[in-house]
């Protein structure tokens, strides 16, 4: 099974500070049909997660464009710039290339 | 509009067959693939197994021997059957449409 490392497991941001997570795979999670399935997700507290960026970069619809996804292959990053007090929350990679599918262990976002 | 809805047991005795209904709707069964997710408390989530569109299933590899997913297309309903309940699997489970949709999750006590 794909097993995805997230980094760090907590981060401490001040309103307006950009901020990187970083989700790295055992194996390459490119697909023989070309797409790489590399999601992300916020769960807020007490929510269900939401879908943030799917594909490794594609932004869902109705979230804001300081969310960005990077990465290819085996390593890719979520980077908020400009944190906002709603970003709150654990963020989780999901990767759906090779099933069964797996998350990383999730990132807790702070306010300070 | 997308929906989903888990419905099952809030109580669960160990040892027994936990039995859940995703019931969807604003979008087709034989269209999406559904997928079950779970979160213990305080912890992060893990993937369960889904339906594809075509009907076939996958499931995570610690859970294959104990978990069933099936649907009901006449009822727009996803079905999830794990057997051999102890009190581990303790925990909210979401149904989501390939992470884009979720619902909004129902807590299942294992008690012993």
């Known amino acids: 099974d794909v097993v995805l490392t997230q980094t760090p497991p907590t981060l401490s941001a001040t309103i307006g500070q950009s901020v990187s997570i970083s989700c790295r795979s055992s194996?390459?999670?490119?697909?023989?049909?070309?797409?790489?399935?590399l999601n992300w997700l916020l769960q807020r507290p007490g929510q269900p997660p939401q879908l943030l960026i799917y594909?490794?970069?594609r932004l869902e619809s109705g979230v804001p464009n300081r969310f960005s996804g990077s990465g290819s292959g085996t390593d890719f990053t979520l980077k908020i710039s400009g944190v906002e007090a709603e970003d709150l929350g654990v963020y989780y990679c999901?990767?759906?290339?090779?099933?069964?599918?797996?998350f990383g262990s999730g990132t807790k976002l702070e306010i300070k | 509009q997308v929906q989903l809805k888990e419905s099952g047991p809030g109580l669960v005795q160990a040892s027994e067959t936990l039995s859940l209904t995703c019931t969807v709707s604003?979008?087709?069964?034989?269209?999406?693939?559904v997928s079950w997710v779970r979160q213990p408390p305080g912890k992060g989530l893990e993937w369960m197994g889904r339906?594809?569109?075509?009907?076939?299933?996958d499931y995570n590899s610690a859970l294959k021997s104990r978990l069933s997913i099936s649907r009901d297309t006449s009822k727009s309903q996803v079905l999830l059957k794990m057997n051999s309940l102890q009190t581990e699997d303790t925990a909210i489970y979401y149904c989501?449409?390939?992470?884009?949709?979720w619902g909004q999750g129902v807590m299942v006590t294992v008690s012993s």
């Open positions: 989501t449409r390939d992470f884009d949709y």
């Open positions: 604003g979008f087709s069964l034989t269209s999406y693939h």
């Open positions: 339906i594809r569109s075509g009907g076939s299933t």
């Open positions: 194996q390459s999670l490119l697909h023989s049909n070309g797409n790489t399935y």
């Open positions: 594909l490794v970069s």
């Open positions: 999901v990767q759906s290339t090779h099933a069964p599918f797996t």
